[in-house]
């Protein structure tokens, strides 16, 4: 498992729960894997009562199966769960694009190139961590341009299951079409066009469907029947 820095102020719970989602994204904890609650105590330094409020917050969503008197799963993949997840997205996410064509500023713009010439860049010399951090973040910035960074933080959860896949076709498809849809989407944004960015927006959100036999191929055993 990966473990994280701490970050200044964050409590164990919140810490625990960061450090556990990320590990489940990138699949350091696998899909079906046993996880026990000492063992990530350990591991991250904390007492037992922050990882089991981290794992009773993802039993909610139901990405960690909570077995009493034994060790907690990580739950399969759930095509059902990832298309509710991408529901979300895309409901809160076309949203947010009409927001951002009437709001976003020309530092605004300029941020979201920043980001898309770094993720050519790590495309290029292709390393996937830093595509994943830099995809996630364009999201996160135009919830800032949007003045809804809560609204993001709170689809988070339900958007592992989603979060899961997507990290699993950067290893697996490797199509830079991602990098294509948020250079697309920028300038549509440059250009305060929010029914060319919504449109967009809906089929960069949908590409898991397309990549879904060539990631079930890759990964057979992550997923449920």
Known sequence: MKILERLPRENGRDYALRVIKDNIIHLNLEPGSQISENELSAELGLSRTPVREALIELSKVRIIEIQPQKRSVVALID???????????NVLECAVVDLVCEMAGPEDVERLRENIRLQKFYWDNFNPDQLWTLDDHFHQMLFEIARKSQVFALMQNISIHF?????????????????????????????RDPVKTRELMEVHLSRYRIDAVVIRKAYPQYFKN
């Open 79 to 89: 095509y059902d769960l990832v298309e509710e997840s991408r529901f979300m997205r």
């Open 163 to 191: 979060d899961r896949v997507r990290n699993m076709a950067l290893f697996s498809v490797k199509d830079p079409k991602i990098v294509q849809d948020h250079e697309s989407m920028t300038e549509s944004i440059a250009c």
